[in-house]
């Protein structure tokens, strides 16, 4: 089916470690972005990317780094984990704002 | 920067029983989102409205543009379990914007 494809779903990870979480759309959509889900947070923009070759901050970008690779893919990067970066990680796209976006299943991370 | 105050942010309520939930705001919206989120999983696309006073239905959920373009309104009628979840309202200010997010009201259905 067509989507937002994130991996891993589940991950663990050490203080200090690092890793990359992947985020792959085959729509052909143009905006692609990385959200955090907390508890009682509700959805906090991290990073985006307008287009290819291009991106942003977001609302809480401290601890991160984005890479778009191509039109498909955008990848959020933990050089350093931290506890405080447990959380719910979701990808979104979209071609057209006015659609609204197209979210993934997530990434559910836990750092101890 | 502007924000969606979304109420309430918790319900209970018995299967069978119509809900009601709103999103607010203090400045102009011209695109109003409702998502919902089933647990485990990514939010979803419920009802996309694009023009102050619309109305428009999927099933038993019904959701309205506020006349003021600062507020939005979901209704579902005789809630079923399936019904259980996170709904989150979102505005667009203008196209070219980034999509906001309210925080999120919790539904929760009693046997």
């Known amino acids: 089916n067509a989507g937002v494809t994130q991996t891993p779903k589940f991950q663990v990870l050490k203080t200090g470690q690092s890793m990359t979480l992947q985020c792959a759309q085959d729509?052909?959509?143009?905006?692609m972005y990385w959200y955090r889900q907390d508890p009682g947070m509700g959805l906090r923009l991290i990073y985006y990317?307008?287009?290819?070759?291009?991106?942003d901050k977001g609302e809480v970008p401290n601890g991160y780094n984005v890479s778009r690779l191509n039109k498909r893919e955008f990848s959020l990067r933990l050089e350093s984990a931290a506890p405080s970066q447990t959380s719910v990680y979701f990808c979104?796209?979209?071609?057209?704002?006015?659609?609204?976006?197209?979210f993934g299943s997530g990434t559910r991370l836990t750092v101890v | 920067g502007q924000q969606l105050n979304q109420s309430p942010q918790s319900m209970f309520i018995q299967e069978g029983e119509d809900v009601s939930m709103n999103c607010t705001s203090s400045?102009?919206?011209?695109?109003w989102l409702w998502y919902k989120q089933d647990p485990g999983e990514g939010p979803v696309l419920l009802i996309a409205?694009?023009?102050?006073?619309e109305l428009t239905s999927n099933g038993r959920l019904t959701a309205q543009f506020g006349i003021t373009r600062k507020d939005s309104f979901l209704n579902i009628s005789a809630s079923i379990p399936s019904d259980v979840g996170i709904y989150f309202c979102?505005?667009?200010?203008?196209?070219?914007?980034?999509?906001?997010f309210g925080k999120g009201t919790r539904l929760h259905i009693l046997p």
């Open positions: 729509m052909n959509h143009n905006s």
């Open positions: 990317s307008a287009s290819e070759g291009t991106t």
């Open positions: 400045s102009i919206f011209n695109t």
């Open positions: 979104a796209s979209t071609r057209d704002r006015l659609g609204g976006y197209t």
């Open positions: 409205l694009y023009k102050a006073g």
């Open positions: 979102a505005g667009l200010p203008n196209r070219d914007d980034k999509i906001i």
